[in-house]
């Protein structure tokens, strides 16, 4: 088995280091939420989305320190995986839950408001760990200049700070932009791969939406 080749601690020293704790955050509420969900709307028991978030927030903050960046990033993408699969599974359940009336109105527009916060949390680490090859090889060079997203602080010219680069905020704010609008609003997307995440970001908001408001004028 091939061991992670454990990056110097020493080579960014220069630039500032992106903040993870906010990622951190946002990986755990979505655990959290998903536990707020009914039984019948969540995979295996309540607690579990938010027992193994637990255990990858761990596994992950003890590779970064210890500078193993390769076996980070492999384990974001795994945390990132099955939180966009639950989100699936369970936003399929409430679909099917809906015509058999098993289940108590309040209870689904409340599950249907909480896997609308999921989906605006999974796509914004989506965003975060994909663009410009993650937060750690965005630290490798002072500045965002090229990435997946065009944010406005890349194109202002002299009134942007040459070394701005963002932060797990600018995609969660992407990502909240992309789930009420359906569209990219001040940051288009220009590579491929980030197109195609936003158009399942938006599916997937427009068919909870799309529910709640069928729901909402059912039960008035």
């Excluded at 019948?40 to 309540?46: A, E, I, T, W, Y």
């Excluded at 579990?48 to 980070?72: C, E």
């Excluded at 909480?114 to 605006?120: E, M, Q």
Aim: proline letters at 6%; hydrophobic letters at 50%.
């Amino acid at each position: 088995m091939a061991v992670p080749e454990r990056i110097n601690s020493k080579e960014n020293q220069d630039y500032p280091k992106e903040p993870r704790w906010l990622a951190i955050t946002a990986m755990l509420a979505t655990g959290l939420v998903y536990a707020g969900l009914p039984s019948k709307l969540s995979v295996g028991p309540d607690w579990l989305l938010l027992a193994v978030m637990g255990a990858i927030v761990v596994a992950t903050v003890i590779s970064h320190r210890v500078g193993y960046h390769g076996a980070d990033k492999m384990i974001g993408y795994a945390a990132s995986a099955i939180l966009t699969l639950a989100l699936i599974w369970s936003l399929g359940l409430l679909v099917a839950a809906i015509p058999k009336h098993e289940i108590d109105p309040k209870v689904l527009l409340r599950s249907a408001v909480a896997l609308w916060v999921t989906n605006v949390l999974v796509f914004a680490l989506w965003y975060w760990r994909l663009d410009g090859g993650g937060p750690h090889e965005r630290e490798k060079v002072p500045g965002h200049k090229e990435g997946a997203f065009l944010f406005p602080q890349m194109s202002c010219g002299t009134i942007s700070d040459p070394d701005w680069s963002p932060n797990f905020v600018d995609y969660l704010f992407l990502a909240f932009n992309t789930s009420t609008a359906f569209s990219p609003t001040d940051t288009p997307a220009l590579s491929a791969w980030a197109k195609v995440l936003m158009m399942i970001q938006a599916t997937i908001s427009l068919t909870v939406l799309a529910l709640l408001a069928a729901r909402a004028v059912n039960i008035l």
